[in-house]
């Protein structure tokens, strides 16, 4: 039997994940979708968002925005860029 390449590396990451906070705000959704694109468990993320960016800044930000924003916020951490868009989307690109 024949493994493909891709099947052969467990090291592989995607090139973007993208979540939308469904119930949550911004900043549990970064973490979740960090999470995701790191391929581990969002408790084991280091350093902490709060490290990072502080998360009642991000939420507050968002939530103080009117329907008609047009707000995008864009940092890095954990080797990733993070990308914040209105309406609770968030795009994680982890680095090369």
Request: charged share 40%.
């Given at each position: 039997m024949t493994v493909a390449p891709s099947q052969q590396r467990s090291d592989i990451r995607p090139t973007s994940v993208?979540?939308?906070a469904e119930?949550?705000?911004p900043s549990t959704t970064v973490v979740l979708a960090?999470?995701?694109a790191?391929?581990?468990d969002p408790l084991d993320l280091s350093p902490a968002l709060y490290e990072v960016i502080d998360p009642d800044a991000l939420d507050s930000l968002f939530e103080s925005a009117g329907a008609d924003a047009d707000l995008t916020c864009q940092f890095s951490g954990w080797g990733c860029t993070i990308t914040v868009f209105d309406g609770g989307r968030v795009r994680v690109t982890p680095g090369r």
């Open positions: 993208s979540r939308t119930d949550g705000d960090v999470a995701e790191l391929d581990t």
